[in-house]
């Protein structure tokens, strides 16, 4: 893995049920065939204390403000940042299942200002590379469903979310893919931004 100790970062992202699940579990096949260590994680984490407290107030069983939900969101990948650090440290590459960048694209969706949010992620392991499926609510609509939680079932914010994720990828500089072209074809555009960026990182696919 080049002379890097520390291990590329690549969040999948984009909006609900657009296929990043999917993705993510091939990339990590097709790294591990390369011969590369990975290791995932997803957010949120439901598994933890706040990941609990996100669960709720998606299932509509507690009620937030938009700062409070987003607060969460972030202190939910804050629970989990010394594991996050360790698993760096121990492999070659790291997929998180949505990151600190669905909190910007959703929290600016929900009408809070991206500086804030920013700041909420402030401290934690920056991504080296961010993946956007991108494809309208629509596609995603007919071919998977979007009604299992209150963020899922507005489809207006899907829409308001899937535009913030193109405007923030031009301001970060994060890669959007067609996700609305076949599985495979998905897949094979992702494998070849992350060799670019592990070759950027001297590791050769
Ligand atoms: P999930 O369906 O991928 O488990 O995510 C649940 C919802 O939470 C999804 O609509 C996206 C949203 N979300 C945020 O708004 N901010 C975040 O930081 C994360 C991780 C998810």
């Known amino acids: ?40 994680m997803s957010f949120p984490d439901y598994g933890t204390a706040i990941g609990q407290e996100v669960k709720r107030f998606l299932l509509g069983t507690r009620n937030y403000s938009p700062e409070v939900r987003h607060m969460l969101f972030a ?22 299942n949505r990151y600190s960048e669905s909190n910007l694209a959703y929290g600016t969706s929900n009408g809070l200002p991206l500086p804030w949010l920013v700041n909420l992620e402030e401290g934690l392991p920056k991504s080296d590379l961010v993946l956007v499926l991108d494809a309208s ?22 829409e308001r979310t899937r535009n913030a994720y193109l405007m923030l990828a031009k301001e970060f500089g994060w890669k959007v893919v067609d996700a609305s072209q076949g599985i495979e074809a998905t897949s094979s555009a992702l494998n070849s931004e992350v060799s670019a960026v592990l070759a950027a990182n001297g590791r050769t696919v």
């Open 137 to 158: 609510p629509g596609v995603v609509y007919r071919r998977r469903g979007l009604n299992k939680d209150r963020y899922e079932r507005n489809v207006g914010l899907q």
């Open 75 to 96: 202190a939910n990948r804050w629970e989990k940042k010394a594991e996050l650090e360790a698993m760096l440290l121990g492999v070659d590459v790291v997929i998180v």
């Open 1 to 40: 893995m080049g002379g890097s100790t520390k291990g590329v970062l690549i969040a999948i992202e984009g909006i609900d049920a657009v296929g990043k699940r999917t993705q993510s579990s091939l990339l990590n096949s097709w790294l591990r065939s390369k011969s590369f260590t990975t290791s995932a």
